[in-house]
């Protein structure tokens, strides 16, 4: 039978997502380690999306084929009993042989936190990024805009990235702030590597008043990464979920 999952992490003291062959951290290793403590077998996982060394997820979704029998829970609980404190599982569905965690998703939607003040917070440091200095986030938002829909992001696109092609579609990009906290989220049919932390980067420079707003439009159309702002920090990503037409 094949199983989803819904997965919560805390990215900081991970070294991404996918297992490494020098069998450093990873997400990834230690789901994989849990679930195969429940199942008394080897398990292997796959991922609606891999993240970077320091990322974070709030619902990562997994799937995993088993023929040993577990009663839902057991899966659950049991696997959380195994996994470290900075990762657990949220949820728990059987799902047809036709789904897949990576390529049955829709559209993914990621969050990026940044804490907009003079003095840095220790607490908050490992989960946003700081920036002391005032950002506008009306001209921020406007500069959004011209990313939205259907577009070549080659402009914003990691150099590692394995993607066939650099054609993708925004669905939306929005900032929002409380108090000294600013959330973008956006949401897309599929990124890039380091597509959004690009943008962040690239936003962030309208931001402070270091770029007019119609550069981003400018940076789009040059299809050249070397154009864009640089690639803001991992500590502020997150994860936020996948979508997918039957779970």
């Not at 049991?78 to 470290?84: D, E, F, I, M, R």
């Not at 929002?176 to 690239?202: E, P, S, Y």
């Amino acid at each position: 039978m094949k199983i989803a999952l819904g997965v919560e992490y805390l990215g900081t003291h991970f070294h991404g997502w996918q297992c490494q062959k020098s069998n450093i951290r990873t997400v990834q290793q230690v789901i994989e380690q849990a679930l195969s403590s429940v199942a008394n077998q080897p398990v292997r996982v796959f991922c609606s999306g891999r993240t970077d060394t320091g990322v974070h997820a709030t619902c990562q979704v997994i799937h995993f084929e088993t023929n040993i029998k577990r009663k839902n829970k057991a899966w659950l609980f049991g696997g959380n009993v195994n996994l470290p404190s900075d990762v657990n599982f949220t949820w728990i569905k059987p799902v047809d042989d036709n789904f897949h965690a990576r390529f049955s998703v829709i559209s993914r939607q990621y969050n990026y936190k940044i804490h907009n003040t003079k003095i840095r917070s220790s607490i908050i440091a490992t989960h946003s990024l700081w920036e002391p200095r005032k950002l506008d986030i009306i001209a921020m938002n406007k500069a959004g805009q011209y990313l939205t829909g259907k577009h070549n992001f080659s402009a914003f696109r990691g150099s590692l990235c394995q993607a066939k092609s650099p054609i993708k579609t925004i669905e939306f990009i929005k900032l929002t702030k409380n108090d000294d906290n600013i959330l973008l989220n956006i949401k897309a049919n599929a990124f890039l590597h380091h597509m959004v932390r690009n943008i962040v980067g690239t936003l962030l420079k309208v931001g402070k008043g270091e770029k007019p707003i119609e550069w981003v439009r400018e940076v789009l159309n040059s299809k050249q990464r070397k154009q864009a702002g640089p690639t803001a920090p991992p500590q502020g990503l997150y994860f936020i979920k996948a979508f997918y037409k039957n779970l």
